[in-house]
């Protein structure tokens, strides 16, 4: 039997993250019977894009130079100093800011710079005090929830919930209650917002950023899907700029999650704590995926991919997705309530009256061959007692309308069916 530390422990128990990336392996298996994928964070293929990357590659093999060094040498822990530059060039056209490559830092995706900020800004402090994360918005992107080396890492404030249609709601940051403590060491939210695709506005965002700048603390912006790249928004998605911030991307959502690149946008001392940390954790990071979108970056072709096809994209299979799921849910008889989606590749689904947690429809679903994500692991941080009486967070799926190869209107019938007999 294997000895683990508290470390190990922590790291190898079983998770919600584990399982929805397990969900999406085995809905990825060819010999798996599946319906519909609507769960985990694939992005969708689209012909346009890949077509991108498969020049690209062609081209890097056609110079030998450039294909030998992309494989063959060890980058800066900060990242490739040539791209750091042509990432700082780009943002200061595209968003009027003001970087130089020292604002810059490259890391093995993006989850591995949350889990380098969440513990070097949360936790137990020199001084003896401890600190955590707040989440200013739940519920938050499942992939934070396990980031924490430290227990009750995290805290985070309910949303209010404001109905906008008949089948429509929409949260809004509860700005009255927004206590930041001294118990606080860093604020982080997504935007858009992973699960419910709400992009909160600039002017929440900055004011966002001012209560926190005012304690002394950094605010995490997640823009995983957000602006200027890959631009899977349908909202302002801009933002301001300010030494606070800590903004990060990733090249996943523009098709390429498996380079594994996540870039962050900071102060100069943050950026460089941050590269020591790569050089500790990695020594460097990947070339590949920085060798593969540099000239993209550089001539401006990822914001007209990110504009002429990638929302495009996304936003007709959006309009899609809803219909099919207004027509399951009303065949079925299911009372349902659809959170606005502003962007990402996510619907956020509320049913009122659901007698048992989302979890069983989850399984029961997943029985089937229908993959979806249960709400309740995107509620992180909450006092317990607050959600034990607040029955919202147990009826709330996440479906993935990226899917070009399942069959949705079979899927989402069979979810209809078993949401129908859990509901009333």
């Known amino acids: 039997m294997i000895r683990l530390t508290k470390f190990g422990e922590k790291l190898c128990r079983e998770s919600a993250l584990y399982e929805m990336m397990d969900d999406l392996g085995a809905g990825s298996d060819a010999g798996h019977p599946r319906v519909a994928m609507m769960g985990g964070g694939n992005p969708a293929a689209i012909p346009g894009i ?175 899907y957000g602006a200027p790249f890959p631009g899977i928004v349908f909202a302002d998605g801009g933002i301001d700029w300010s030494e606070n911030l800590i903004l990060t991307w990733s090249l996943s959502k523009i098709g390429l999650p498996a380079v594994r690149t996540g870039i962050v946008v900071a102060s100069e001392e943050m950026i460089h704590k941050l590269a020591t940390v790569n050089a500790v954790i990695s020594l460097a990071t990947s070339g590949i995926g920085q060798t593969l979108v540099a000239p993209l970056f550089a001539d401006g072709r990822i914001t007209r991919m990110a504009d002429e096809t990638v929302r495009p994209f996304y936003r007709k299979k959006r309009d899609e997705f809803i219909l099919e799921l207004a027509r399951a849910f009303g065949d079925a008889g299911v009372d349902w309530r659809l959170h606005e989606c502003e962007g990402g590749f996510f619907v956020w689904l509320w049913f009122p009256g659901l007698r048992e947690p989302a979890t069983a429809v989850y399984r029961a679903a997943k029985a089937r061959g229908v993959f979806v994500t249960a709400g309740e692991a995107f509620f992180t941080g909450p006092d317990q007692a607050e959600l034990a009486g607040w029955p919202h967070h147990r009826q709330c799926l996440r479906l993935n309308y990226a899917d070009t190869e399942g069959d949705i209107p079979r899927g989402l019938a069979i979810l209809a069916e078993e949401i129908a007999r859990r509901q009333g």
Request: proline letters at 6%; charged letters at 25%; one cysteine or more.
């Open 50 to 224: 890949e077509a991108v990357w498969r020049t690209r590659m062609q081209e890097i093999m056609n110079d030998g130079e450039r294909f030998e060094r992309m494989l063959g040498a060890y980058d800066s822990p900060q990242g490739n100093r040539e791209f750091l530059e042509i990432l700082a060039d780009y943002f200061n056209r595209e968003c009027g800011w003001n970087l130089t490559y020292r604002n810059i830092v490259i890391t093995n995706g993006s989850q591995n710079a949350f889990f380098f900020l969440f513990n070097m800004l949360a936790g137990e402090c020199p001084d003896g005090k401890k600190r955590r994360v707040l989440f200013p918005l739940c519920p938050e992107y499942i992939g934070y929830a396990d980031q924490g080396l430290e227990p009750d890492l995290f805290t985070a404030r309910l949303p209010l919930v404001r109905e906008t249609g008949p089948h429509a709601f929409r949260y809004e940051p509860d700005f009255a209650g927004m206590n930041i403590g001294d118990d606080i060491g860093l604020v982080c939210l997504s935007r858009p917002t992973n699960p419910t695709g709400l992009v909160l506005s600039r002017a929440e965002v900055t004011r966002l950023d001012r209560m926190a700048a005012a304690r002394g603390i950094p605010l995490l912006v997640d823009a995983a």
